[in-house]
């Protein structure tokens, strides 16, 4: 079955560290990977996504993420965490095809601490 | 630039009740699908639709009907309210290509009681 799986429900930095994000996806065939930040109270926000064209991706924010097909991974990070990026955060991917659903993980919870 | 339109944005049901929420989206968008969100599950495909006139299940389709009359409009009807169905919902809005983004709405904060 297609599946994303975000490792850490809440994860917690202290203000200036680095961040780092889990995603892993379970396919055979590359897929899209895309990162979503949800604030409090608000909709979802695109962060950055893959399409293949380049293995390291760089987002919005400072954030970036890498693709890494030999360990189906698509890890979030960002070298030094702010206050403002406290938020939670989801890996979503799209196996192409005619439906074209979009399929999410179960998010992280990211704090950050001053 | 509107974007994704939802409407409410709260609302409160009784068990039994039924009602429809509203998405719209001016970006001509093919694709736009439902989501629910509940706390440590993510986000949850209820259904959609890849274009005027078709609509498909998602994940989570039980309790809930769509149609797609429209490329604008892509309502979300709740048949008959349950106390199971309190989540945050959330339309979203995808071009066609496979490597564009989904938009989404502010979404509409729904409790049965």
Redesign the interface.
Known sequence: AQSVT?LG?HVSVSEGALVLLRCNYSSSVPP?L?W?VQYP??????LL?Y?SAATLVKGINGFEAEFKKSETSFHLTKPSAHMSDAAEY?C?V?Y?G??????????TLLAVQP | NAG?TQTPKFQVLKTGQSMTLQCAQDMNHE?M?W?RQDP??????IH?S?GAGIT?Q?EVPNGYNVSRSTTEDFPLRLLSAAPSQTSVY?C?S?P?Q??G??F????TRLTVV
Request: no cysteine; net charge positive.
């Open positions: 975000q429900s899209y895309f979503y109270n608000q909709g979802l926000q695109l996504k399409t989801f979503a799209r192409g005619a439906t074209n659903k979009l399929i999410f993980g179960t998010g | 994704v694709y699908s989501y440590g599950m993510g986000l949850r495909l959609y890849v498909d998602g959330f979203a995808t066609s496979e490597t983004s989904a989404f709405g502010q979404g």
